[in-house]
């Protein structure tokens, strides 16, 4: 078979030293054309966001289907720390990939292409040694559900749990990922906390539960 392709706040945060999903190859190149996908793909994989997986054989690149997570350079905001105008920063999309990086380990990745092979970017449903990544990373609140092909009900039961106990993204001030794509400028790794500080300011949607909490925190009466 031959593929071409391009293509916190949560106390497990505790990762264990013996993950060895590969790092990602930084000279390998990601963007080619549209790829046209006819079999299932299964190997080793590298872990390049919290819902992107790197194939290096046979060289593709699939979005995990049915999530969405932070980008690689987006910041979210921890509200507990909130003194002031000051928030301690939170590197949600390095802790996505993180979590999803400790859950492949060293195992072999199989992927099940679900969407269409037109698609910009290849999606799959992906599990290792029975697992699935998209509903471990929603479950764990460092995804959430992503419409495009479908909703699964499992994940959307699964965000529910996650967010009612305010586990990863559900704990903090973040914008949708959706909204950071349309909206942040510099997507560069060393992409500074302060620049979506700013972007949260203007933000055009309440994403998280942490911002209904600050509309309704007790005013202050020592003052």
């Not at 264990?16 to 590969?22: L, R, V, Y």
């Not at 992906?126 to 479950?139: F, T």
């Not at 349309?182 to 790794?189: E, H, S, Y």
Request: proline share 8%; aromatic share 8%.
């Amino acid at each position: 078979m031959k593929i071409i392709g391009y293509g916190f706040l949560l106390a497990p945060m505790l990762l264990p030293s013996h993950a060895k999903a590969a790092d990602l190859n930084k000279g390998a190149a990601v963007a080619v054309p549209e790829a046209r996908v006819v079999s299932p793909i299964k190997g080793r994989a590298s872990v390049l966001s919290g819902d992107t997986l790197w194939f290096p054989t046979p060289g593709v690149r699939i979005r995990l289907a049915g999530i969405a997570s932070c980008a690689l350079p987006q910041w979210a905001f921890d509200p507990s720390k909130e003194r002031g105008a000051q928030l301690k920063p939170v590197p949600c999309g390095p802790f996505a990939r993180a979590w999803l990086k400790r859950t492949l380990g060293d195992a072999l990745v199989s992927c099940r292409v679900v969407l269409s092979p037109t698609a910009r970017e290849v999606r799959g449903r992906c599990d290792v040694k029975g697992r699935d990544l998209g509903y471990e990373m929603v479950k764990v609140g460092w995804a959430r559900v992503d419409g495009p092909g479908g909703i699964d009900p499992q994940y959307t039961a699964a965000e529910r749990y996650a967010r009612s106990a305010r586990y990863g993204l559900w704990g903090t001030y973040v914008l949708d990922p959706d909204e950071w794509q349309a909206r942040a400028i510099d997507r560069t790794v060393d992409r500074r906390p302060v620049a979506d500080h700013s972007l949260l300011r203007d933000r055009h949607s309440e994403f998280t539960p942490a911002f209904t909490d600050w509309r309704h925190r007790p005013r202050r009466t020592d003052r």
